[in-house]
């Protein structure tokens, strides 16, 4: 039975009364896919992830609303595998502008984004530039690759050189172990790592370059590794979260080495 007391931060979730019996003056914004994952994890893993990610931070961070996610990106370069649905760029800033927009005109003018997708990023730096046009005021920061981001905050040993990095790889694999282990089938897990050159980037999608629509090996994920990612991860950002408010969103800091020291 859930605890009377524990407090709601999922703007679906809440009523009128119960949203203003709090105090919320930030909210998380989290930008994921629907996309092939390779032949063993769910279409929906990037939102899947980064909105575990979020759920936590929230958790942890007092006064943060969490805004309901956003299930589709820009995935183009997936598109020949099935089940991927895609937006363009153009339309996927918009929707996150206007989203923003309403929850300034309510008054939440501090967001994070949490980005479960690398196709999203070119679309969020779009709308975070039309929104810091539009409301000067508005302070936007982001987490724009938990994939990343996650393996590097946990200790050291974890993961290898590469840090489990990889479309449906280790690291995306053992969060999905961990958020949603009913979903992923290990038994017919195998990944492989396309080539390219290292000074030249090729605009090309993962059909062209991989057989399974894996870009990274997910062999040896386990839910413990995407427990550490989901639990160090967030850990970091709420930390941010929490200097920010306590020193009034000021950006002009030089003593940012504070998130990483523990």
């Not at 800033?93 to 923003?100: C, D, K, N, R, T």
Request: hydrophobic fraction near 40%; aromatic fraction near 10%; glycine fraction near 8%.
């Amino acid at each position: 039975m859930k605890n009377p007391s524990q407090k709601q931060f999922k703007l679906e979730r809440l009523s009128r009364h119960r949203f203003e019996k709090q105090q919320f003056n930030k909210a998380i914004l989290v930008t994921g896919a629907t996309e092939n994952h390779a032949y063993h994890l769910p279409m929906g893993t990037d939102t899947f992830a980064a909105y575990g990610v979020a759920q936590e931070v929230a958790t942890k961070t007092p006064g943060t609303l969490l805004l309901p996610p956003l299930h589709f990106g820009v995935s183009d370069s997936l598109m020949p595998y099935p089940f991927t649905i895609t937006l363009t760029a153009e339309t996927l800033s918009q929707v996150i502008f206007e989203m923003v927009e309403s929850c300034i005109m309510q008054g939440i003018d501090r967001f994070l984004f949490i980005n479960g997708h690398g196709g999203n990023n070119s679309a969020i730096d779009i709308a975070a530039r039309k929104i810091r046009k539009a409301y000067p005021g508005v302070k936007i920061a982001a987490s724009m690759a938990w994939w990343i981001s996650g393996p590097r905050l946990c200790p050291p040993g974890i993961f290898g050189e590469d840090f489990g990095i990889g479309h449906a790889g280790e690291a995306e694999t053992s969060t999905a172990l961990y958020l949603v282990p009913e979903l992923v089938d290990m038994g017919i897990a195998r990944g492989e790592w396309p080539q390219s050159p290292r000074e030249v980037k090729l605009f090309t999608s993962i059909p062209e370059v991989s057989e399974t629509g894996a870009t990274g090996d997910p062999r040896n994920a386990t839910s413990e590794k995407g427990r550490l990612i989901v639990q160090h991860l967030s850990d970091y950002l709420s930390k941010f979260l929490k200097q920010m408010d306590s020193t009034g969103w000021n950006f002009a800091r030089n003593d940012w080495a504070f998130l990483d020291r523990q």
